[in-house]
Every structure is written in C-alpha cells, then in structure tokens.
C-alpha cells in the first residue's frame, strides 16, 4: 500500500507519516519544503499527474497556511479550497477506488461556547473559514458521485514540533529559557480562553481510524478535554520551576475570538479512539524536549 500526503512537512504530517510507515504504508511526501516531492497542489494537471503516477491507496491533504488573518485568504483559497477540488476531480476521473482524508477545522463552526459537534451549523467567521467550509462542500458532493471522502475536523493540537507561533509552544519556549535565566516577560491575550490541548501524535491515530471503516464519514479529531490557557502556563512554568506571575503579562486590549473550543468527540470515540498522551504529559514532552 502506499499513500500520498500533501502538507507532509508540518506538524500532522511528520506524525502521520511515521504511523503510516509504522502500519507498512509507503508514503510519497509532498510539500514546498523540507525536500518532498514539490507539487503545486493549486495546479490540477500536476495533481492529476501525481495521481496517475502513483495510484495510492490514500490521499491525505493537510495542506495549509494555519493562520486566520486576511492577507492569508488567496494562499488558503489556492491550498485549501482548490487544492481540494483539484485532488477530488483527480481520483474521480483517473483512481476513484482511493479513500481520500480531507482536513478541516473547528474554527469552520458556529461557536456559542459550548462542545461543537459536527453537525452545528458553519460560519464563515474568518478568511481561514471560508476555505475550510468550500471544502467540505467539495468532499460532500464528490461523496454523491460515490467517492470514498472523509473530512476530520481538527481542534488545537500540539507537539515539540510547533512554532512560536502558536500558543502552546510561545509559552513552553518563554517558560525554558525563564528557566535558564531570562528576565523576560510573556504577553498573552486572555488567559482564560479554553480550548484542546491534544498531542499530534494522537490525533493522526484518530484519521487513520477514520479512514479504515466506511460509515462514519467526517469526525471530530480530537480529546474533547477543554483547559484554559492559563492551566497551560501554570503547568509549564511549575515544571520549569517558576512562578508564572512573576512573568506573565496579559494585554488589557486583547479580545479572544471565541471563549471556547472544544469538541464533543463521540464519533471518533465512537470508531475506537483513545487518547495517549494527556494534557500533563505533553507538556512534560515539550518542556523537556
């Protein structure tokens, strides 16, 4: 068997890569970075040829710029929206036996502060949301033209392979080098936001469950277990031995986009999913990497 994956040098497809190679799949990785194979999944003749190439088993596109801000929109609409028609119309007319993983997101939902669950209603709330949800709309019409489509939507996941630009690792980095020394002082927005905090490593467990049986169609991908931002700090910063109110600032101006997001998982749950790694090991695994 083997596998195509689209985005394989971020975060999800380093992890899911390594599962799959564990399970005896042979990956082709493709990614603008990181020495993959270099495929403009905006440009559907490269798609098709790909997929005329390798004729895999799977097809994951996780592809994507992680960022809700505006100047994103054109990147995102090319990677997330076309890069899906692109991928569906390729398997449709050249290999429609694949199974096809489709990444989507929790942010894509109505959010009134409450567990989501996959059948809540979208909102187009951001420029990033806008993608995710033409997407979806894409897997649920070639699902009619009886392609084998599934859509996970992902909540905050984390790992020791994120950037400072995302919460979890801005704080875990602040807290080590606070640890070594540093004198310096961490600005956060709102402390009190929730949201999961789930290991990467699990979460790409949870897409391969999804993708092996043929009832449940789009998922939650994630714990379903909610923690603040400030559980996050208060549990790094005890590991790094340091009081957290010594360096943590929080910026009176900053107002959060939601007060919550968390999944309710019961579909995944549902399909077998266990998560491994809790919320105090994986900061112990990012702490300590």
Same mark, same amino acid.
């Given at each position: 068997?083997?596998?195509?994956?689209?985005?394989?040098?971020?975060? &999800?497809? $380093?992890?899911?890569?390594?599962?799959?190679?564990?399970?005896?799949?042979?990956?082709?990785?493709?990614?603008?970075?990181?020495?993959?194979?270099?495929?403009?999944?905006?440009? #559907?003749?490269?798609?098709?040829? =790909?997929?005329?190439?390798?004729?895999?088993?799977?097809?994951?596109? =996780?592809?994507?710029?992680?960022?809700?801000?505006?100047? +994103?929109? $054109?990147?995102?609409?090319?990677?997330?929206?076309?890069?899906?028609?692109?991928?569906?119309?390729?398997?449709?007319?050249?290999? !429609?036996?694949? %199974?096809?993983?489709?990444?989507?997101?929790? =942010?894509?939902?109505?959010?009134?502060?409450? !567990?989501?669950?996959?059948? &809540?209603?979208?909102?187009?709330?951001?420029?990033?949301?806008?993608?995710?949800?033409?997407?979806?709309?894409?897997?649920?019409? $070639?699902?009619?033209?009886?392609?084998?489509?599934?859509?996970?939507?992902?909540?905050?996941?984390?790992?020791?392979?994120?950037?400072?630009?995302?919460?979890?690792?801005?704080?875990?980095?602040?807290?080590?080098?606070?640890?070594?020394?540093?004198?310096?002082?961490?600005?956060?927005?709102?402390?009190?936001?929730?949201?999961?905090?789930? #290991?990467?490593?699990?979460?790409?467990?949870?897409?391969?469950?999804?993708?092996? @049986?043929?009832?449940?169609?789009? +998922?939650?991908?994630?714990?379903?277990?909610?923690?603040?931002?400030?559980?996050?700090? %208060?549990?790094? $910063?005890?590991?790094?031995? %340091?009081?957290?109110?010594?360096?943590? @600032?929080?910026?009176?101006?900053? %107002?959060?986009?939601?007060?919550?997001?968390?999944?309710?998982?019961?579909?995944? =749950?549902?399909?077998?999913?266990?998560?491994?790694?809790?919320?105090?090991?994986?900061? +112990?695994?990012?702490?300590?990497?």
């Amino acid at each position: 068997m083997n596998a195509i994956i689209f985005g394989a040098s971020g975060q &999800d497809g $380093f992890y899911l890569t390594q599962l799959l190679e564990q399970q005896g799949v042979s990956v082709i990785g493709v990614s603008r970075s990181g020495g993959f194979l270099n495929i403009d999944i905006s440009d #559907f003749g490269q798609v098709c040829d =790909l997929v005329k190439k390798y004729r895999p088993d799977y097809i994951f596109h =996780l592809a994507a710029n992680s960022t809700t801000r505006h100047d +994103a929109i $054109f990147e995102n609409h090319e990677t997330i929206a076309t890069g899906t028609l692109n991928i569906l119309e390729a398997v449709h007319q050249y290999s !429609p036996e694949i %199974k096809v993983f489709i990444s989507g997101s929790g =942010l894509q939902f109505e959010n009134k502060g409450i !567990p989501i669950m996959e059948t &809540d209603p979208f909102e187009a709330r951001d420029a990033y949301s806008i993608s995710r949800i033409q997407s979806v709309y894409a897997a649920r019409y $070639f699902r009619r033209l009886g392609l084998k489509v599934y859509v996970g939507y992902f909540f905050n996941h984390d790992s020791p392979r994120r950037t400072e630009r995302h919460m979890a690792q801005k704080i875990v980095s602040a807290a080590r080098r606070i640890a070594k020394g540093s004198e310096e002082k961490l600005l956060i927005g709102d402390l009190s936001v929730v949201k999961e905090w789930t #290991f990467a490593g699990d979460v790409v467990k949870g897409i391969w469950l999804l993708v092996n @049986q043929d009832v449940v169609t789009e +998922a939650n991908i994630g714990s379903g277990k909610g923690y603040s931002i400030l559980d996050w700090v %208060k549990l790094c $910063f005890g590991i790094a031995g %340091k009081d957290y109110q010594h360096y943590v @600032q929080t910026e009176e101006v900053f %107002k959060a986009e939601y007060r919550q997001l968390v999944c309710n998982n019961y579909r995944l =749950l549902s399909l077998g999913f266990q998560q491994e790694v809790s919320f105090e090991a994986l900061a +112990a695994m990012m702490m300590h990497e």
